[in-house]
């Protein structure tokens, strides 16, 4: 079994505020599925830097290492970025996972589709409407599978907020608001392609998906936007933060999310992202802190807040360390479904290519709206 993940950045690898998601999540998945025992797995990382090659290397090491037993089973590898479309062209690989800017998004996964290849890919799914909608178009003529890694449709707290919502235990649902932030230091130090991405496209499409995960049917209506400029946009151009107003219809009923997203956060902030969430019902309201979720750590370096559920390693009943959380259900449930060869069910819940250019279509408004200054009537793309 040949797996390719485009890609070799901090979401694969790891950052300074953690390890990364999809080596450990792909290794891990190998034990659970226990493939590696029935064939040979070779797993193959792309890099773009030659540079940065020795490093990287090194980590990947320390990575496999920590699963023990599966380093004579599963063999990783390294190869230039350049060398993607010769591999995709082999017609051998079982699956692709690409974790890259939202710039080059499109012209990987249209590679991959084109090959026949199911796609894993970090979100959002493009961050451009039109090359969106041609993406869905050739996904469409080529019955092509792709899995947009919206991770919080798996968070159990999100899964319960479903639940309840179908439910009616609290009537019609009538405000969805949501902060999130992460910190400043990340467009201005750690990434280097910030100057490419907004914020609103870069983090807020989680919780615009989350609006399409709790109401598969909803439509948008309108979208208002107002940047907030700061030490983020004196350096890379791109807004610190962005207000926004989202207005969608529900079933004949109107909805509205208000989102604060931002790069806001100091840079001894505890952790990498403050979520929270407001969901305001006839009958009830509904407080989500998806930040603290009960695990405060004081050390010398100050406090960090840990988020269990998310992705992190855990010990089972025999006392062994695993990763596990809802970051890696997604690699989890994309895997099973690749391996099992069934088609895909189309039920909403799962994050697919027409699940997420719903969300490409409310960022686009989002977008103009940021630009013109107005609010963004949706119709006008119907």
Known sequence: M????????????SDPFGPGVVLRSVLQWTKDSRVAEQQAVTITLTYQSEKKLPEKQSEVEAIINYFNGINDKVKVKFEAASAVKNI?????VAACFIAVPDVHHAEYCKLAIEHGCPVWLVKPLTGNYGAAKDLSRICGELSGNV????????????????LKGQAGDYGRMLVYSVDYHQPYTLPTQVFDWTSDVDVFTYIGCHYVDQVFYLYPGAR??????YPVKGKVYEKTGQFDGVIATLRFDVEGNELLVPMNIGWFNPAG???????VLKVQFEKGLVNLDQTRRGIEIWHEEGVSEINPYFFGEALDAMGNSYYTGYGY???????DLVQSGQKWPSSGILPTLEEALK????????????????EFDYRTLD
């Open 2 to 13: 040949n797996i390719l993940i485009i890609g070799s950045g901090s979401y694969v690898l």
């Open 269 to 275: 902030s505890p952790t990498k992202s403050l979520q």
């Open 329 to 335: 259900k997604s690699v989890q449930a994309f895997l």
């Open 220 to 225: 948008p209506v309108s979208a208002s936007a």
């Open 88 to 92: 995709l062209a082999a017609g051998d």
């Open 147 to 162: 899995w947009v890694d919206y991770h919080k449709r798996f968070d159990p707290s999100n899964a319960y907020l479903k």
């Open 359 to 374: 969300t490409e279509k409310v960022l686009f408004g989002v977008q103009e709206a940021l630009k013109t200054g107005k």
